[in-house]
């Protein structure tokens, strides 16, 4: 099975980019199954479903949705082979810019759209820098020399990365997106496999669910911003 892990930040298009995707996938005799990772509510799934395809959705709820998505590997891996798939796309939430989801040997998707401000590449981080696939969206709505710039920008910040714009609402880019995930290789098992990008460390009070701000109120790994001496 090949294991497609796609993130990205909030609406960037991630769900439009996989659905033309995985049209191109399923004119191919391939059996695609989706699964979303989210953490309260998400309708991706009615979308995804919209392809006739086997769904599946897990809800982080009160746990940070990065911990929770790496925790659920396997389980996600034993769904998808109970449904025979060839190809799984496990869209991630995209939410904490300090962690990445990528793990070696699948072939991680960062969408990242045109919009979101020439300075947000390196605001996005790991999830973008650990990417094999950028897939950069919305061009349509920005000039060529903002294109450019932006292109430039993400390039910097992951230059090993192959960078594929793609227009979500009409689906261009979708052939050469099927061709990446066709030309990776297959994963024998998830099990033992490496994050690419260590998850913070967290464990603190907050962690257990305190709510009351104040320094008696925090215990474990709590960390403070050093704001020099106060003359
Ligand atoms: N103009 C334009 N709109 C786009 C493009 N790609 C996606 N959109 C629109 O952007 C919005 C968000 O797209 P989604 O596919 O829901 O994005 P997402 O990243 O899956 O969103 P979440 O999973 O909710 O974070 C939708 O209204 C899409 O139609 C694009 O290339 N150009
Ligand atoms: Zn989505
Ligand atoms: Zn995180």
Redesign the pocket.
Known sequence: MRFVIVA?T???????VMMHTIRHLLKSKLVVAACKIDCLQTS?DERYRRLGIPVAVGLSDYICPDHFYVANLEEVERWAQDQKADVLVLETA?LCHRCAPAVHDCLSVC?IDNLIGIDAPKKVGPMLSTADIVVI??G??VSQAEREVFRYKVETVNPQARILD????TGQGALALKNEILSCKELAGISGQELKYPMPAAICSYCAGETIVGKTYQMGNVKKVDFGRLD
Not at 10 to 16: A, L, N, V
């Open positions: 990205g909030p609406s960037s298009g991630k769900t439009s991706d995209g969408v969206t919305k349509d709505i793609f227009n979500g609402l």
